[in-house]
């Protein structure tokens, strides 16, 4: 199994909302990331977790709040977002060198949820 | 700032034609270039490069890496319909991945 599921697939939210974001894979991977990629422009990294710990917060605004309660989930909860949110927010996964603890390039994407924020 | 620079942005031609796709880059501690094709929603992954001059190959699709010049090519030979997509190349430097802006490529039959 390769795969990285991600739901839901589209989400419409109201600026007062709270929602959650989704994130599955059973490749073992120990390291799992969430991006951000807007019409036309490249992913932009927001958060990687390593081993269930958050390694990495690309300075992302308290309103997007990243939690791994296990090796193989990550979510991403919502609250209180913009329009300019209104994005395609994919999940990836990648192993993590034993002994460096570096993170292997090579990722594995979700198909993405596509976030609308009115 | 680690930079990844692709080109062209967007391209058309027609079915059978052969392409090929620029990446230029400046990242600090290189260690890896690795090129995504993105239809729809996912990026998958289609060749990860490491060292010069060494040609990666994978069916129609084949890449190369040049550290001195810091740039790679992705070529697409008898492109079919189903190629079109976004090409998206990323650069491994010390700490995180950086994805360069895509080329935009479309088949037409």
């Known amino acids: 199994d390769t795969e990285v599921t991600q739901t839901p697939k589209h989400l419409v939210m109201g600026m007062t909302n709270k929602k959650s974001l989704k994130c599955e894979q059973h490749m073992g991977h120990r390291a799992m990331y969430w991006y951000k990629q807007k019409a036309k422009k490249p992913p932009e990294l927001m958060f990687v977790?390593?081993?269930?710990?958050?390694?990495i917060n690309e300075s992302v605004p308290s309103r997007f709040s990243p939690e791994c309660p296990n090796s193989s989930l990550l979510n991403l909860h919502l609250h209180a977002l913009q329009p300019e949110d209104s994005a395609l927010y994919l999940c990836a996964s990648s192993q993590v060198a034993t002994g460096t603890g570096a993170f292997n390039e090579k990722l594995f994407f979700g198909s993405g949820t596509q976030l609308s924020v009115l | 700032e680690d930079k990844v620079v692709q080109s062209p942005l967007s391209l058309v031609v027609h079915e059978g034609d052969t392409v090929t796709l620029n990446c230029s880059y400046e990242v600090t501690n290189f260690r890896s270039l690795l090129w995504y094709k993105q239809e729809k929603k996912a990026p998958t992954f289609l060749f990860m490069l490491t060292s010069s001059g060494i040609e990666k190959k994978s069916g129609r699709l084949s890449s190369i890496l040049d550290k001195k010049e810091l740039f790679s090519i992705l070529n697409i030979t008898a492109t079919q319909t189903g190629d079109s997509a976004i090409y998206l190349c990323a650069v491994k430097g010390a700490q995180k991945l950086v994805f360069g802006q895509g080329t935009r490529l479309t088949i037409n039959p």
């Open positions: 977790y390593s081993y269930e710990k958050l390694s």
